[in-house]
């Protein structure tokens, strides 16, 4: 059932995008083993199943979220199919070997590449380890988890919001500087 | 602000919190210099790789979870099919077993009335053997032939045992001279025994979700044993 929306799938998207939990433990629970019989029988285990599963998992929610999906005219189920397809052919590439079997016909499903992003964010990925443990927990706490100063002093024991927002600021000022530097590099 | 800390600056610049003159002028100063600029992009790129660091982290441990729920859910429906199957055969059992007492009535009173009639004709001969001849056997209890006994299914979960589900099935005790120390288990538990009773031992099953095993407890004794429509030995304790 394709909807005027454009996605036979548009509510199940709708509702990972939206964060429902329930809805993406579902789609997750009903489609591995799909995937766990792909690469059992093409020179898989168990582990490399759930590995290769929960990257495309990864891949496709992150597509959901970005709204990259929100016109798929194919089943959601058929394109995490393709998506992990293709990724567990790259990884039997790199290992020197091939499929045996696994193609049907919702293969035809085209699959959006990957974004990777900017060039520079495995380098930027590797200098921010130097500002340390405790000030990538303060950053998360503070940029993704939206926590107040207030929250943040008491579940990362500062003795106040002040001391909380000066520490933030600091780590922030050493995360820009490195951050800086990667972008120095990749500009020249 | 002047004197407002320059990673809070940037910050309101990228959450688009300046106000209309505050913005003009930071874009202003962009505008005019490469290495604010560079400064930043650069924070925008650290907050923007941080959320997604932890994003996609979030997500992995939701996926760790939905994958240790998806590989504890067949061990649950494994048991969850063994008690509907239990079941089934119980119900079956239990119409089997009210034909079965109208058939154990039947005999008795055939066996009585063999009895007197014997008994009146040689009315002076001594019984020698008041027990049990050839395969005949008889099942055993204080008031009724069949009892229940609980079936006991277990998980092991963190190395300690928990209690799945509990359940009753219906048991006999049968004295017979061919079998002495023996079972059969399917729809119903036959214990051969010469001297156990229900009320002398108690006597219950444990299934172990995990192996997939029974064990028989009769007092303090444990019997390995499986769902057979044989008559088997019990195993050692």
């Given at each position: 059932m394709i909807t005027e929306i454009g996605s036979p799938d548009f509510a199940l998207i709708q509702a990972i995008k939206n964060g429902n939990e329930k809805a993406l433990g579902l789609f997750y629970k009903d489609n591995f083993g799909k995937i766990l019989h792909l690469v059992l029988k093409n020179s898989g285990s168990d582990d490399d199943a759930r590995d290769v599963y929960q990257d495309c998992m990864m891949e496709v929610v992150l597509q959901i979220r970005g709204g990259r999906l929100d016109q798929l005219s194919s089943r959601l189920s058929t394109y995490l199919y393709s998506v992990c397809y293709y990724k567990w052919i790259d990884r039997l590439r790199q290992k020197g070997k091939f499929m045996q079997s696994g193609f049907d016909d919702d293969l035809e499903t085209a699959v959006i590449e990957?974004?990777?992003?900017?060039?520079y964010l495995p380098a930027l990925e590797k200098v921010l380890t130097q500002i340390g443990e405790k000030c990538m927990t303060l950053l998360k706490a503070f940029y993704?988890?939206?926590?107040?100063m207030t929250q943040i002093a008491s579940k990362l024991g500062f003795a106040d919001d002040n001391s909380a927002k000066s520490q933030k600021n600091k780590c922030m000022d050493k995360a820009r500087f490195l951050g800086k530097n990667v972008l120095k590099q990749h500009y020249s | 602000m002047e004197n407002e800390d320059p990673t809070e600056r940037i910050d309101r610049y990228l959450d688009e919190t300046l106000t209309p003159a505050e913005k003009a002028a930071f874009e202003s100063e962009m505008a005019a210099d490469a290495d604010f600029r560079l400064e930043v992009e650069a924070q925008e790129a650290v907050r923007n790789l941080i959320s997604n660091q932890a994003e996609k982290e979030d997500l992995r441990q939701l996926f760790a979870t939905f994958h240790s729920e998806m590989e504890a859910a067949p061990a649950r429906k494994d048991a969850e099919q063994d008690n509907e199957d239990l079941l089934k055969r119980k119900n079956g059992i239990q119409r089997k077993l009210n034909w079965g007492n109208w058939s154990y009535t039947a005999i008795a009173a055939s066996v009585a009335i063999l009895i007197i009639g014997v008994w009146t004709v040689w009315?002076?001969?001594?019984?020698?053997?008041n027990g049990l001849t050839g395969n005949q056997e008889i099942r055993v209890d204080e008031r009724n032939e069949v009892f229940r006994v609980p079936l006991l299914s277990w998980k092991t979960v963190d190395f300690k045992p928990v209690l799945q589900d509990k359940q009753t099935i219906d048991a006999t005790i049968i004295r017979s001279k061919a079998y002495r120390s023996h079972y059969r288990f399917n729809d119903i538990l036959e214990i051969y025994s010469d001297k156990l009773t229900e009320k002398q031992q108690k006597i219950s099953i444990a299934y172990d979700?995990?192996?997939?095993q029974y064990r028989l407890h009769i007092g303090k004794s444990s019997y390995a044993i499986r769902k057979t429509d044989e008559i088997m030995p019990l195993p050692l304790p």
């Open positions: 990957e974004d990777d992003g900017a060039p993704y988890e939206k926590l107040t | 009315n002076n001969i001594n019984q020698t053997d979700v995990d192996t997939r």
